[in-house]
């Protein structure tokens, strides 16, 4: 669990550099500076997409992570049904 939070981490730090480049790319755009803001933009999107990818690992183990403790949760169940029926034959 601590590696996807630190992985959503990490993605909302590339999305918000991504939001700065982009403020950066208008604010030159604004200026004249056609070139300079063309690349913040692509610089941005570059970013943006290592985000999204990011986040699609943190989603990966998160989903990795739920399937382990389902598997967990049915052999408890498995565990005490045997418990059960066992008690039950030792009461009979």
């Known amino acids: 669990m601590v590696q996807s939070r630190e992985t959503v981490d990490e993605a909302l730090a590339l999305e918000f550099e991504a939001s700065e480049g982009i403020e950066a790319a208008h604010s030159e755009h604004s200026r004249g500076e056609a070139a300079v803001s063309v690349g913040l933009l692509l610089d941005a999107i570059e970013k943006e997409r290592d985000s999204l990818d990011l986040l699609e690992q943190g989603v990966d183990t998160l989903r990795q992570s739920l399937e382990q403790r ?20 030792e009461r009979s």
């Open 70 to 89: 389902r598997r967990a949760i049915d052999q408890q169940l498995d565990i005490l049904n045997d418990l059960s029926t066992c008690l039950s034959k």
